[in-house]
Nanobody, 123 residues
Framework: QVQLVESGGGLAQAGGSLRLSCAAS????????MGWYRQAPEKQRELVAV???????NYADSVKGRFTISSDNANNTMYLQMNRLKSVDPAVYYC?????????????????WGQGTPVTVRK
């Protein structure tokens, strides 16, 4: 099985920065999709930033120019650098990853979510 664990959330001032991390553990053969999503109270979960096929990135319009997604593939870790935080950014941030893990006798598909890490922005 694969587990995704986020860290780095918390309280920041408006205009400040936070860096989220998502570490994937397990006997991972390959990760094909990775991304960050967020869910504010009483709202649907929305895409924040993802890696697309070929390694390019896609961002929500609301975070373009402020957030940066990156990864350390050797350590199966993904990051979200959030700068110039605004009042629209508070939410629980979730990482998502999909790929293949070693099930012993064969490779098994996985597509998992982390437990979420809350981000609060103080005006």
């Amino acid at each position: 099985q694969v587990q995704l664990v986020e860290s780095g959330g918390g309280l920041a001032q408006a205009g400040g920065s936070l860096r989220l991390s998502c570490a994937a553990s397990g006997i991972i053969f390959s990760i094909n999709t990775m991304g960050w999503y967020r869910q504010a109270p009483e709202k649907q979960r929305e895409l924040v930033a993802v890696f697309t096929k070929g390694g390019s990135t896609n961002y929500a319009d609301s975070v373009k120019g402020r957030f940066t997604i990156s990864s350390d593939n050797a350590n199966n870790t993904m990051y979200l650098q959030m700068n110039r935080l605004k009042s629209v950014d508070p939410a629980v941030y979730y990482c998502h990853a999909g790929g293949l893990y070693d099930g012993g006798s064969h490779l098994i598909d996985f597509a998992d979510w982390g437990q979420g890490t809350p981000v609060t922005v103080r005006k």
